[in-house]
C-alpha cells in the first residue's frame, strides 16, 4: 500500500481527495493481485496510478487534465519510470494510445456517465479483466445504501456508468461485485 501518511505530509491534504479511489478501498481489492501491465483510465493525482504499480510490472495511466504534481507523486513514491502518465486531448488520441498497448487488466475510472463508460469498456476490454469503480452508483439520496437506477428515468441516472453497465447490460463475462467497485473478467476456457 502506498504511504498515505507521508504523500500527506508531503503535498498537503489535498493530494488525499476523497475521490481518490485510494480511500474507497482500492488497495484491499487489490490484495494479492499480480498483473504485468495495467491500463488506468483516469488518473486524478496519481493515487490509484502508484497502488496499481505495487501489483504489476508497468502502468500506464491517461487522463483528460494535465497535473504535474503527479509526477512529484510518482518521485516521491519511487515509482518513476515504472509508470507512464499520457494526457491526452481528447478521445481521439486515447483510444489512438490505447489500441497501440498491449495490457492485462484496465482499470476505469474516468467517466462514469453512460456514453463514456460503454466508450472506455470498448476501447480496454480486450484484455479481458477490467476493474470498474463507482459500481454501483448510489442513485438514491434517500437511502444511500439502496442502488436503485432501475427506479429512475435516464436524465437522473448521468453517473451511474458502471452499475447500468454491469447490471444493465450484463457484458459477456464473469462478474464479481464488491462496491464501490467491480470486477468484469471472461474465462478462457
Ligand atoms: C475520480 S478521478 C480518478 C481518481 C483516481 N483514479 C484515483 O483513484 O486516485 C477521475 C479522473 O478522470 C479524469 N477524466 C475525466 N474524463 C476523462 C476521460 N474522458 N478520459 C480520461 N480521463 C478522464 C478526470 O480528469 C479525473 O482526473
Given at each position: ?50 497502488e ?18 503527479v ?60 476493474l ?58
Amino acid at each position: 500500500m502506498i504511504d498515505m501518511d507521508g504523500l500527506i505530509a508531503r503535498f498537503g491534504p489535498a493530494i488525499a481527495d476523497f475521490s481518490s479511489t485510494i480511500m474507497h478501498g482500492l488497495p484491499h481489492i487489490l490484495d494479492g493481485m499480480r498483473f504485468k501491465s495495467v491500463v488506468e483510465i483516469g488518473t486524478m493525482n496519481g493515487l490509484s496510478a502508484a497502488e496499481l504499480a505495487m501489483h504489476c510490472d508497468h502502468v500506464t495511466t491517461i487522463d483528460v487534465i494535465d497535473r504535474p504534481v503527479v509526477d512529484e507523486v510518482f518521485a516521491f513514491l519511487g515509482l518513476t519510470g515504472k509508470i507512464d502518465r499520457v494526457v491526452v486531448k481528447d478521445e481521439a488520441e486515447k483510444a489512438k494510445i490505447i489500441d497501440g498497448l498491449t495490457f492485462d487488466m484496465a482499470f476505469l475510472d474516468g467517466q462514469h456517465g453512460r456514453a463514456g463508460l460503454l466508450w472506455d469498456f470498448a476501447l480496454t476490454r480486450r484484455c479481458g479483466c477490467l476493474l470498474f469503480h463507482d459500481y454501483p452508483k448510489v442513485v438514491n439520496p434517500g437511502d444511500p445504501e439502496v442502488y436503485g437506477w432501475r427506479q429512475y428515468p435516464p436524465e437522473l441516472l448521468v453517473g451511474d456508468g458502471a452499475g447500468f453497465l454491469l447490471d444493465g447490460i450484463v457484458p459477456a463475462g464473469v462478474i464479481e461485485r464488491h462496491p464501490p467497485f467491480a470486477w468484469w473478467r471472461v474465462i478462457n476456457a
